[in-house]
């Protein structure tokens, strides 16, 4: 797709994303599978502060989240040692016998990119980075790596102009995760992708089995969170189901019930990785937030 037919589809979309009519609930309900599978996952970032200062080992959050329940663990790159660089082929396979053996699956996992780098060489780094990052999720047997729009202001330059190279740039990798068969999730994780309307317009230029999105129920800020995660639900190849929600700016609990209750009749299957934040003991807080979970699934 050329610069100025990827403008054209992509300025459509967004038009008709603020204006498109999504079933309710119930109206959907006859479009869910007769057999629905949602399975539980943990996302590492859960554990952030004790796997990037060492206290904790891949291997041990492994063992925790085998002992406690889950069916699978979304293992983000930067807790691999020497992230961006790829790891050892002996590393990835390590983790990969280690989940097998613990009878979890690798859900997902992702890098830290940026496509609103103004800088086209910077930008050609970011795209291989994700591309370096395909090959290990394809060993590690892992069907999405999680990617992210981008955080540079831009002051100055045009959010269409912006969104041409990103447009591009994402279509490339898109393309490069087809060949190793791994699909490329975007994640909405309020940077230049806030809402459903800045989200819908990208699933409806890149029209790709091999793209989606990771639904970050934590990261609709604007309007409506349970509207938007209504809204964008038809696009969401994996999740990022938070402990916490933003409604009218101030953050609560996820009402956890009502998101699962969104999930159950769209046509979503697979796994609906959890995360939590902030202060407090991660394995008593993962615990809680898993057992409410499956409460509802």
């Known amino acids: 797709m050329n610069a100025q037919s990827r403008r054209r589809t992509f300025l459509k979309a967004l038009a008709g994303a603020s204006i498109a009519s999504i ?12 057999s629905k599978r949602l399975k ?11 796997l990037m200062n060492k ?18 663990l979304d293992i983000t790159g930067y807790y691999f040692d020497g992230y961006p660089t790829v790891p050892s ?11 097998f053996r613990k009878g979890l699956e690798i859900s997902g996992t992702g890098v830290r990119n940026d496509f609103t780098i103004a800088d086209k060489d910077k930008r050609k780094k970011e795209v291989q980075l994700v591309k ?50 791994v699909i490329i999730g975007l994640q909405n994780h309020f940077d230049f992708v806030q809402t459903a309307d800045q989200v819908i317009p990208f699933f409806e230029t890149i029209k790709s089995e091999w793209f989606g999105l990771i639904l970050d129920t934590g990261s609709y800020r604007i309007g409506d969170p349970y509207k938007e995660i209504e809204r964008t639900i038809k696009y969401a190849v994996n999740w990022q189901l938070k402990e916490k929600i933003f409604v009218e700016g101030k953050e609560i609990d996820t009402d956890l019930e009502r998101v699962i209750n969104l999930i159950k009749p769209s046509d979503y299957q697979g796994y609906v990785p959890i995360e939590t934040l902030g ?8 615990e809680a937030l898993l057992a409410k979970v499956k409460k509802y699934l």
């Open 40 to 50: 539980t996952s943990l996302n590492a970032y859960s554990f952030n502060a004790p």
């Open 132 to 181: 370096n990052w395909v090959e290990v999720a394809a060993k590690l047997g892992a069907p999405v790596l999680r990617i992210f729009a981008g955080t540079q202001k831009n002051e100055g330059i045009p959010r269409e102009q912006i969104t041409d190279w990103m447009l591009k740039d994402i279509e490339a990798c898109v393309e490069y995760g087809k060949q190793n068969g």
């Open 23 to 34: 079933p309710s609930t119930g109206e959907a309900s006859h479009l869910a599978p007769k």
């Open 279 to 286: 202060a407090g003991d991660p394995k008593v807080k993962v």
């Open 55 to 72: 206290t904790m080992s891949l291997d041990e959050l492994i063992d925790f989240c085998a002992g406690i329940g889950f069916d699978g």
């Open 89 to 99: 082929n002996e590393t990835i396979y390590h983790v990969k016998r280690q989940a």
